[in-house]
């Protein structure tokens, strides 16, 4: 693929919560985390999932991180953890994340939703909506310099787009000051291993952009 793209496609509805300053430190963050965090674990916004949740699943990670991972909810595991990615989608995310030469305690990881679905159905629009504020502030109190986007429904929910995943691949787009990558989730993968390749790409376009060429290294999970 070419040189890397940046669409602005940041949505002028939804004007997100205000950025820390940058020079914030990592307390600040964490501290700002921590309050809507406890908004979150109070939530009862979405009658079924607040009935039906063990846990709320808010987000993990380094506060002053540079990359945030965007998934789409919690499925059982991360329900009965309370944390995300922890299932089987997560240890492949784990692999991957090596693959691309990070460590996970560089990224910050949280979801669209913060309860899980019943049986792990696709989150409704209404959902999404009524998740959206603990998203934004997440985004504001850390302020990544990268999204990476797993799946339809995280692209989709924060760039504010109906585009199928498929065409939001191999691309960047701004939200706010972050640079947004979008590629199929995990969990996709499990069940569609040949999509494996097309991640693999999405990973070394989306490194190299920060510097790192992945080119020759090893393939993630396969
Ligand atoms: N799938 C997600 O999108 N998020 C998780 O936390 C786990 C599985």
Redesign the pocket.
Known sequence: MGTPSVSDTSSARRPAAVPLPLNASPDERSSTLKILQESVSGCVRCTELASTRKNT?FGVGNPAAKILFL?????A??DEQG?????R??QLLNDIITACQLKREEIY????LKCRPPG?RTPLESECTNCREFLDGQLAAIDPEFIVC??T??AQNLLQTKQPIGKLRQQFFRHGRARVLCTY???YLLRNPPAKKDVWEDMKFWRLEMGIDLGNARKSGS
């Not at 998934?71 to 499925?75: K, L, Y």
């Not at 944390?83 to 299932?87: L, Q």
């Not at 990881?109 to 669209?112: A, G």
């Open positions: 699943v998934g789409e909810a919690p499925g595991d991360e944390e995300p990615f922890v299932g989608a997560g990881i949280c979801n669209v792990n797993w799946g429904t995280a989730h995990p969990s």
